[in-house]
């Protein structure tokens, strides 16, 4: 039998450790078959040689038999140890033999040594050889028997049972050796699979690959070649080529195109094929190498996809065992390419993934530390290595990490967490973690965090939050988080420790004409400085909010004392009041203040807002730029204004709507100048109504533009009718007030020219009350309205001056007023309040500069009427001199005989002559109408 040589395998250092060394030189079962027949055919010869020795031949005949016998036995034990028997060992036997046949002189001796010889050299030799060695003691046999007893029958009969020996002989070597091969292919296949096993890279894996290929190939064909390619997507690449002589690294790279079509339609298939005659310009393109006449094709490939190909180019066909053999290494090795591919991946994973893995022991040493430390926490993995996690992690939240490794005996196998660490410039980052239990696990032995950096979410989710709860332009807390404050303190109310606090509601007063007048942008920076200015004077505890638009809202804990809910609320009231500089200029802004302390009745922070808020509209009715407190009363009803709002449409479609009308009387001479066209609400409901209830409703809804116009249009036309039943009489001026949004509309000049001329009212007798607000409302549009009025004769003059965002800069701009009407608060005060007497004194003095005459509103005590006789003002209008009245009771006014002068001079009325009174009916109209 042939023995196959050791391969000198080029390897890594433990890769290959016993792979080089599988090539043996017997098996086991056929080593014993072997000497068993040895030990036979000695111990045959050797008893043969006494019985020849007593045998009747002729003492050379005894002699020359002995000597073949003992021949023979020498020559055995000489061919076993060899492991072959040569040509002239088979000639020797012959003689040995005829030698021993001619000396024994019997047949059957001379069959049992020629049995036992030719079974030995069956386990020994080819069948060939057999063959040879059957015939040449089939002749010796022949030649032996004519020797001794001549040719008879026995020949006939011995010949065919000695082919037939052989031939069973030769096929129970054949079995043999099939055998021992399959040992030889499993022992190879069991130390492949601990090299691969054992093998931790790639190279590792390939050497084995093509080493076990080649030990395989070469107990078939001495000369046999192998090459190994590896690749994916189609493209492999040679990595390997091995023969008896070594191995060779020639890369090449190819597509599965290059290769011959029936070796792509092998690797398609994944079965192993051989191929006799194959494209060698192909193959050598993709190897490197001619191939030889047989070509083995084999895939290296999973259940998914092609991991390689290993070639095998042999002179003879191979045997289908070694194909087989050398499949399941293929098998083997793409098994071990996956292992180290997905080892691959998952060290790639680890190393370029942002989340951070550590095992850590119970009490937080870290064993392991993935490189995405750096990043996340500016440490080096080895110097964290043996050191303490839980040292880096914040003194506040170090408890809730113990508790989630496990030091404390947590039961959960698996639990997150998040918590803040310390990183390596002192900075902190929040942290995310997934923590497994893994200390019953061999292979870990620790817990497992998967960690990742959620700092910049953190920080998000805190913005947002901060934005959900706080206003975005005032930093304020919102109406949201405002009502959950309100509601934890309502809740602590019921301690018995607790006491009362205020809510104060705060609305700017005119904040619309801001936006609309200087722009959305001036009034941010209005609503900004409004909260500096809140938070300035408020208390310490005191949670100062937006709740919306311009109003904001102030809860004051503990302050349970109207008298101090007032002095909190003047502290706001005068912070507001002060100028503030915005667009450029300096406008003074007003608000209105609605109070509200909490009670047993305030169920809920709605309830309590809702009141407060009440307050602050009753404040808004009663003239602005005032506080009011809340008392609980039928008015307070806030479905009323709901109702009022919805009802207003309706109502200036059915003209609701009337006027009545005030005169002005001339403080010099008592002369009615002019009367003023005030609005009332005839409501089928709720009665007549005052113009403090709907106005306000009518700016904020938008109708006071068509409400304006229906106003405009009535008192020209009740102008124009007084005009012709006394066409004689001097012209009765009539003033109507001006919304500062009807007055900046578009097409408001165009609707008075219209107006004008439809009623037939002379546009000298029109004059047109602008709140002096109204002067910054877009003020190049205000100019350019005034501009055009004054070209079509209409009178302008400034209502409630004093009280708005004009200056004097304004009133000069105003050149084209005709009057400036103080406004009631500054009248009320005199002449007891001397601030109010010397503003009164300074705007009268300032009107008669210019050259404008001064009226005073809300005139209602002859004391306030000899003041202002002293100022020299020129016009008075208030209940004193008659309250308003409706047209028909005015037209039986003017129409009296006293007409056009006042049946008592001013002077009287301020000496105190009958008809003094701010709240009673003139009867001097009455007794002038009655020629008294």
Same mark, same amino acid.
Request: neutral net charge; contains cysteine; glycine residues 8%.
């Given at each position: 039998?042939?023995?196959?040589?050791?391969? $000198?395998?080029?390897?890594?250092?433990?890769?290959?450790?016993?792979?080089?060394?599988?090539?043996?030189?017997?098996?086991?079962? &056929?080593?014993?078959?072997?000497?068993?027949?040895? *030990?036979?055919?000695?111990?045959?010869?050797?008893?043969?040689?006494?019985?020849?020795?007593?045998?009747?031949?002729? $003492?050379?005949?005894?002699?020359?038999?002995?000597?073949?016998?003992? #021949?023979?036995?020498? #020559?055995?034990?000489?061919?076993?140890?060899?492991?072959?028997?040569?040509?002239?060992?088979?000639? *020797?036997?012959?003689?040995?033999?005829?030698?021993?046949? #001619?000396?024994?002189?019997?047949?059957?001796?001379?069959?049992?040594?020629?049995?036992?010889?030719?079974?030995?050299?069956?386990?020994?030799?080819?069948?060939?050889?057999?063959?040879?060695?059957?015939?040449?003691?089939?002749?010796?046999?022949?030649?032996?028997?004519?020797?001794?007893?001549?040719?008879?029958?026995?020949?006939?009969?011995? @010949?065919?049972?000695?082919?037939?020996?052989?031939?069973?002989?030769?096929?129970?070597?054949?079995?043999?050796?099939?055998?021992?091969?399959?040992?030889?292919?499993? /022992?190879?296949?069991?130390?492949?699979?601990?090299?691969?096993?054992?093998?931790?890279?790639?190279?590792?894996?390939?050497?084995?690959?093509? +080493? !076990?290929?080649?030990?395989?190939?070469?107990?078939?064909?001495?000369?046999?070649?192998? /090459?190994?390619?590896?690749?994916?997507?189609?493209?492999?690449?040679?990595?390997?080529?091995?023969?008896?002589?070594?191995?060779?690294?020639?890369?090449?790279?190819?597509?599965?195109?290059?290769?011959?079509? @029936?070796?792509?339609?092998?690797?398609?298939?994944?079965?192993?094929?051989?191929?006799?005659?194959?494209?060698?310009?192909?193959?050598?393109?993709?190897?490197?190498?001619? $191939?030889?006449?047989?070509?083995?094709?084999?895939?290296?490939?999973?259940?998914?996809?092609?991991?390689?190909?290993?070639?095998?180019?042999?002179?003879?066909?191979?045997?289908?065992?070694?194909?087989? !053999?050398?499949?399941?290494?293929?098998?083997?090795?793409?098994?071990?390419?996956?292992?180290?591919?997905?080892?691959?991946?998952?060290?790639?994973?680890?190393?370029?993934?942002?989340?951070?893995?550590?095992?850590?022991?119970?009490?937080?040493?870290?064993?392991?530390?993935?490189?995405?430390?750096?990043?996340?926490?500016?440490?080096?993995?080895?110097?964290?290595?043996?050191?303490?996690?839980?040292?880096?992690?914040?003194?506040?939240?170090?408890?809730?990490?113990?508790?989630?490794?496990?030091?404390?005996?947590?039961?959960?196998?698996?639990?997150?967490?998040?918590?803040?660490?310390?990183?390596?410039?002192?900075?902190?980052?929040?942290?995310?973690?997934?923590?497994?239990?893994?200390?019953?696990?061999?292979?870990?032995?620790?817990?497992?965090?998967?960690?990742?950096?959620?700092?910049?979410?953190?920080? &998000?989710?805190?913005?947002?939050?901060?934005?959900?709860?706080?206003?975005?332009?005032?930093? &304020?807390?919102?109406?949201?988080?405002?009502?959950?404050?309100?509601?934890?303190?309502?809740?602590?109310?019921?301690?018995? %420790?607790?006491?009362?606090?205020?809510?104060?509601?705060?609305?700017?007063?005119?904040?619309?004409?801001?936006?609309? +007048?200087?722009?959305?942008?001036?009034?941010?920076?209005?609503?900004?400085?409004?909260?500096?200015?809140?938070?300035?004077?408020?208390?310490?505890?005191?949670?100062?909010?937006?709740?919306?638009?311009?109003?904001?809202?102030?809860?004051?804990?503990?302050?349970?004392?109207?008298?101090?809910?007032?002095?909190?609320?003047?502290?706001?009231?005068?912070?507001?009041?002060?100028?503030?500089?915005?667009?450029?200029?300096?406008?003074?802004?007003?608000?209105?203040?609605?109070?509200?302390?909490?009670?047993?009745?305030?169920?809920?922070?709605?309830?309590?807002?809702?009141?407060?808020?009440?307050?602050?509209?009753?404040?808004?009715?009663?003239?602005?730029?005032?506080?009011?407190?809340?008392?609980?009363?039928?008015?307070?009803?806030?479905?009323?204004?709901?109702?009022?709002?919805?009802?207003?449409?309706?109502?200036? !479609?059915?003209?609701?709507?009337?006027?009545?009308?005030?005169?002005?009387?001339? &403080?010099?001479?008592?002369?009615?100048?002019?009367?003023?066209?005030?609005?009332? #609400?005839?409501?089928?409901?709720?009665?007549?109504?005052?113009?403090?209830?709907?106005? $306000?409703?009518?700016?904020?809804?938008?109708?006071?533009?068509?409400?304006?116009?229906?106003?405009?249009?009535?008192?020209?036309?009740?102008?124009?009718?007084?005009?012709?039943?006394?066409?004689?009489?001097?012209?009765?001026?009539?003033?109507?007030?001006?919304?500062?949004?009807?007055?900046?509309?578009?097409?408001?000049?165009?609707?008075?020219?219209?107006?004008?001329?439809?009623?037939?009212?002379?546009?000298?007798?029109?004059?047109?009350? *602008?709140?002096?607000?109204?002067?910054?409302?877009?003020?190049?549009?205000?100019?350019?309205?005034?501009?055009?009025?004054?070209?079509?004769?209409?009178?302008?003059?400034?209502?409630?001056?004093?009280?708005?965002?004009?200056?004097?800069?304004?009133?000069?701009?105003?050149?084209?007023?005709?009057?400036?009407?103080?406004?009631?608060?500054?009248?009320?005060?005199?002449?007891?309040?001397?601030?109010?007497?010397?503003?009164?004194?300074?705007?009268?003095?300032?009107?008669?500069?210019?050259?404008?005459?001064?009226?005073?509103?809300?005139?209602?005590?002859?004391?306030?009427?000899?003041?202002?006789?002293?100022?020299?003002?020129?016009?008075?209008?208030?209940?004193?001199?008659?309250?308003?009245?409706?047209?028909?009771?005015?037209?039986?006014?003017?129409?009296?005989?006293?007409?056009?002068?006042?049946?008592?001079?001013?002077?009287?009325? %301020?000496?105190?002559?009958?008809?003094?009174?701010?709240?009673?009916?003139?009867?001097?109209?009455?007794?002038?109408? +009655?020629?008294?």
């Amino acid at each position: 039998m042939k023995v196959t040589p050791r391969l $000198p395998i080029r390897r890594p250092a433990h890769a290959l450790p016993r792979l080089r060394d599988l090539s043996f030189r017997s098996g086991p079962l &056929l080593g014993r078959v072997r000497w068993m027949f040895l *030990v036979f055919a000695l111990s045959n010869d050797l008893v043969a040689c006494p019985i020849i020795a007593f045998s009747h031949a002729t $003492p050379a005949a005894r002699g020359c038999a002995a000597f073949g016998l003992l #021949w023979l036995a020498g #020559w055995s034990v000489r061919c076993s140890k060899r492991g072959h028997f040569p040509w002239a060992g088979d000639v *020797v036997t012959g003689l040995s033999l005829v030698a021993v046949a #001619w000396g024994a002189g019997s047949v059957g001796e001379t069959l049992g040594v020629f049995y036992v010889n030719t079974f030995l050299r069956a386990l020994y030799g080819s069948p060939p050889r057999v063959g040879f060695a059957t015939a040449m003691e089939a002749a010796a046999y022949a030649v032996s028997l004519q020797v001794t007893t001549g040719i008879n029958g026995e020949l006939v009969f011995q @010949v065919p049972g000695l082919v037939f020996t052989a031939a069973i002989l030769c096929f129970t070597r054949i079995v043999l050796d099939r055998h021992e091969e399959a040992l030889r292919h499993e /022992h190879i296949l069991r130390e492949t699979g601990t090299v691969l096993v054992a093998a931790t890279t790639l190279d590792g894996i390939l050497d084995a690959a093509i +080493s !076990a290929a080649v030990v395989l190939a070469d107990n078939f064909e001495h000369d046999a070649r192998t /090459h190994l390619a590896i690749g994916a997507d189609e493209r492999l690449t040679t990595v390997r080529r091995g023969t008896h002589e070594g191995k060779a690294c020639e890369s090449r790279q190819f597509d599965l195109t290059d290769l011959p079509p @029936v070796m792509q339609e092998a690797l398609a298939q994944r079965r192993p094929r051989v191929i006799a005659g194959i494209d060698s310009h192909a193959f050598s393109g993709c190897f490197g190498m001619e $191939p030889l006449a047989f070509t083995t094709v084999i895939a290296v490939a999973n259940d998914v996809q092609l991991l390689g190909a290993l070639v095998l180019s042999t002179q003879r066909r191979p045997p289908q065992d070694l194909v087989a !053999a050398i499949a399941v290494a293929c098998g083997q090795v793409a098994l071990a390419l996956q292992r180290n591919t997905a080892k691959a991946w998952f060290d790639l994973a680890v190393r370029n993934t942002s989340d951070l893995f550590m095992i850590l022991e119970r009490d937080t040493t870290m064993r392991y530390v993935s490189p995405a430390v750096r990043p996340i926490l500016g440490y080096e993995p080895e110097w964290l290595i043996g050191r303490r996690f839980d040292e880096l992690v914040h003194r506040d939240d170090r408890q809730r990490f113990h508790d989630c490794c496990g030091a404390h005996g947590a039961a959960d196998k698996r639990v997150t967490a998040e918590y803040r660490v310390v990183h390596q410039d002192g900075g902190e980052r929040v942290l995310d973690s997934t923590f497994s239990d893994l200390t019953d696990d061999p292979l870990v032995g620790g817990v497992l965090l998967n960690t990742r950096d959620v700092s910049e979410r953190k920080g &998000l989710e805190n913005r947002l939050r901060e934005q959900a709860l706080h206003d975005p332009l005032t930093g &304020l807390p919102n109406r949201r988080l405002f009502m959950d404050r309100l509601e934890v303190l309502l809740a602590q109310r019921d301690s018995a %420790a607790a006491r009362s606090s205020t809510l104060i509601f705060i609305d700017l007063d005119r904040f619309k004409l801001i936006n609309d +007048s200087l722009g959305h942008a001036a009034g941010d920076e209005v609503l900004a400085e409004t909260a500096r200015r809140l938070l300035a004077v408020a208390r310490r505890g005191d949670t100062v909010a937006r709740f919306g638009g311009d109003e904001f809202v102030v809860l004051c804990p503990e302050l349970d004392r109207e008298q101090d809910a007032r002095g909190a609320s003047d502290r706001f009231a005068r912070a507001l009041a002060q100028p503030m500089e915005v667009a450029g200029r300096s406008i003074a802004v007003s608000a209105s203040l609605g109070l509200a302390l909490t009670s047993g009745a305030h169920t809920s922070a709605d309830a309590l807002v809702r009141d407060a808020d009440a307050a602050m509209y009753r404040a808004k009715q009663r003239g602005r730029a005032r506080t009011e407190i809340f008392v609980q009363g039928p008015q307070e009803d806030r479905s009323e204004r709901m109702e009022l709002v919805q009802d207003l449409p309706r109502a200036i !479609a059915a003209r609701e709507i009337v006027l009545h009308y005030q005169p002005a009387i001339d &403080l010099h001479d008592g002369r009615v100048r002019a009367v003023e066209a005030l609005a009332r #609400w005839q409501h089928p409901k709720l009665g007549l109504l005052a113009p403090d209830r709907f106005i $306000p409703l009518a700016e904020e809804s938008g109708l006071i533009v068509p409400l304006g116009r229906l106003i405009l249009r009535d008192a020209c036309l009740q102008a124009h009718a007084w005009h012709r039943q006394a066409p004689t009489a001097p012209l009765l001026r009539m003033c109507v007030n001006i919304s500062p949004s009807h007055l900046c509309h578009e097409t408001f000049v165009t609707e008075v020219s219209e107006i004008a001329a439809a009623t037939g009212i002379d546009s000298e007798t029109l004059i047109l009350e *602008v709140t002096e607000s109204a002067l910054v409302a877009d003020e190049a549009r205000c100019m350019t309205a005034l501009a055009d009025l004054r070209r079509l004769g209409i009178r302008v003059s400034i209502d409630d001056y004093g009280t708005g965002y004009a200056s004097l800069s304004y009133v000069k701009r105003f050149s084209m007023a005709t009057a400036l009407k103080l406004d009631r608060s500054f009248i009320r005060g005199i002449p007891d309040d001397s601030t109010d007497l010397a503003i009164v004194s300074a705007i009268i003095a300032m009107a008669r500069s210019l050259g404008i005459r001064s009226v005073a509103e809300g005139v209602e005590t002859a004391e306030q009427l000899r003041s202002l006789l002293a100022l020299q003002c020129d016009v008075g209008q208030g209940y004193l001199f008659a309250r308003p009245l409706p047209a028909d009771d005015f037209t039986q006014f003017i129409c009296s005989g006293s007409w056009p002068y006042w049946p008592v001079h001013p002077s009287r009325l %301020a000496a105190g002559a009958p008809g003094d009174g701010p709240a009673r009916e003139p009867n001097h109209v009455f007794a002038a109408r +009655s020629g008294t």
